[in-house]
Structures are given as structure tokens and as C-alpha cells.
């Protein structure tokens, strides 16, 4: 069954550095998404991203952050200087097609995260 | 705005049924959904709901759906060692695509 997958399972990095998560979404599928979870919180959404561009983002997802779907297949999330707050479980999310299409799922499959840890 | 709420802890003895309970703020919401979460692993859709419905089952699980008090609520039925895990209660508004979740209810089972 095809899934989403998420590289690496675990990040450490030092604050202020640069990290890229890197996440590969399910083939077919034409929106992409991140979420992200601090320990013992909710989950909370970052951004979409659908053609190319971002759809929709929180107020979480500032000027740190990027994302880009640099080929066909990768959709990675860039922290540019990260702060000790950025520490959390990332996950990525994907769907194959828009909702208002008839008989359309409105599913996100999600991958099994990554964990960074900013020191 | 936009907000989920559920009870962050329930146990239930093996074989028991769990039911789970949500609200929600968002009347526009479209899709409600119920993740599951296990231990160091990512978010699984357990099943989920429209609007229009009251009620979804699927197998051992009950979804029950009041939307005029947004109130959802999660029924496993013989409750096993294995749904040991982290319950998500979500919605997508309709007019936005991203999923709103709520905190999570931790589900631990006794013998």
C-alpha cells in the first residue's frame, strides 16, 4: 500500500543552524502539507502547498520557514535558523485531489514524522 | 476561531467498549475525522464523518455525530490490548483545507 515517507526519523542540530526535512508524498497525489506537534501538545498545521505554491499557511509558518517540492517526487520543509521552540515532531501529509470534485476524498495520509530536537 | 476539545485521558478494562468524546467550535466544519496515534509512530485515519451524518460504523468502530451541539464521539466496541493509543478528534472547515485536531485522548487499557 503506498505511503508517505519522511527522512530522518530523528534531527539534532544546534540552534541557529538550518535544517530540511525532507518527506516524500504518496505518487499520485497533488497536495501536500505540514504539520507539526511539540511534545504533548496538538498537532498543528504549518502549510499547503498545491501547484507549485503555497496554498494556505498558520501564523507558525513564518519567514523561517520554506517549503519546496524541488522534482517530481521530494516536498521538503526548510527551518532557516532554528530556535530551541522549532523542537517537535514534523509530519507530512498528503491527498490525491481537490474536495470540491465529486466522489473527491478528503483524506490526508500522513507519514510517521520526524523528530527535531534543536539544542 | 476555530477550535477541538477532548478529554485527555480514558481507561477502560479489556473487552469493555471505550467511547471517546469530542466538540467543536467550527459549524462550517465539512469532514470530522478520528486519528489514531501509537507509540513513536505517525498519525492513522481511523475512519471518518460528514456533515450530513449522524452516525458511521465501521466494524468495531461507532462514530455518532450531534451536529447541532458539534459534539462527536468515538465507540470501540471490546476494547482490545492493541488499541492502546493516542485518539485524534479533527475537522476540515470547508472553506479551508487544512485539518484542525484537538489534543488527543490517551487510551489505556487494563486487564
Known amino acids: 500500500e503506498p505511503e508517505v515517507t519522511q527522512t530522518p526519523s530523528h534531527q539534532v542540530t544546534q540552534m541557529g543552524q538550518e535544517v530540511i526535512l525532507r518527506c516524500v508524498p504518496i505518487s499520485n497525489h497533488l497536495y501536500f502539507y505540514w504539520y507539526r506537534q511539540i511534545l504533548g501538545q496538538k498537532v498543528e498545521f504549518l502549510v499547503s502547498f498545491y501547484n507549485n505554491e503555497i496554498s494556505e499557511k498558520s501564523e507558525i509558518f513564518d519567514d523561517q520557514f520554506s517549503v519546496e517540492r524541488p522534482d517530481g517526487s521530494n516536498f521538503t520543509l526548510k527551518i532557516r535558523s532554528t530556535k530551541l521552540e522549532d523542537s517537535a515532531m514534523y509530519f507530512c501529509?498528503?491527498?490525491?485531489?481537490?474536495?470540491?470534485?465529486?466522489?473527491?476524498?478528503?483524506?490526508?495520509?500522513f507519514g510517521p514524522g520526524t523528530r527535531l530536537t534543536v539544542l | 476561531g476555530e477550535d477541538v476539545e477532548q478529554s485527555l485521558f480514558l481507561s477502560v478494562r479489556e473487552g469493555d467498549s471505550s467511547v471517546i468524546n469530542c466538540t467543536y467550535t467550527d459549524s462550517s466544519s465539512t469532514y470530522l475525522y478520528w486519528y489514531k496515534q501509537e507509540p513513536g509512530a505517525g498519525l492513522q485515519l481511523l475512519t471518518y464523518?460528514?456533515?450530513?451524518?449522524d452516525m458511521k460504523q465501521d466494524q468495531r468502530l461507532t462514530v455518532l455525530l450531534n451536529k447541532k451541539d458539534k459534539h462527536l464521539s468515538l465507540r470501540i466496541a471490546d476494547t482490545q490490548t492493541g488499541d492502546s493509543a493516542i485518539y485524534f478528534c479533527?475537522?476540515?472547515?470547508?472553506?479551508?483545507?487544512?485539518?484542525?485536531f484537538g489534543s488527543g485522548t490517551r487510551l489505556s487499557i487494563r486487564p
Open positions: 464523518i460528514f456533515s450530513n451524518m
Open positions: 479533527a475537522e476540515s472547515p470547508s472553506s479551508a483545507s487544512k485539518i484542525i
Open positions: 501529509a498528503s491527498r490525491v485531489r481537490d474536495r470540491g470534485v465529486a466522489g473527491a476524498s478528503n483524506e490526508q495520509f
